[in-house]
C-alpha cells in the first residue's frame, strides 16, 4: 500500500502507481495537465516510467480555455 497526497488530499493506493496510471485513476486522460511531484514539473516523456514514492506531494494542474 501507497500513500500519496494529490492537490492536498491523501489517497491510498494497493501498489507503487506511475504518473500515467494517476491520469487514468482521476479520469484525465486525453486531457491537457501538467504533473507535479514534490515541486517539480515530471516530464510527460516519465508519465509512463517514473514510480511515486510514500506520501510524495503531487499537484495536478489542469489547462483552463477562455478568453
Excluded at 488530499?9 to 487514468?24: G, H, M, N, Q, R
Excluded at 515530471?42 to 510514500?54: A, T, V, Y
Aim: positive net charge.
Amino acid at each position: 500500500m501507497i500513500s500519496l497526497i494529490v492537490n492536498g488530499a491523501k489517497y491510498s493506493f494497493a501498489k507503487t502507481v506511475t504518473p500515467a496510471e494517476l491520469i487514468d485513476y482521476f479520469e484525465l486522460t486525453g486531457k491537457k495537465i501538467a504533473l507535479e511531484r514534490n515541486g517539480s514539473v515530471i516530464p510527460r516523456s516519465q508519465f509512463s516510467n517514473r514510480l511515486f514514492q510514500e506520501l510524495d506531494r503531487i499537484e495536478i494542474i489542469t489547462a483552463v480555455g477562455g478568453g
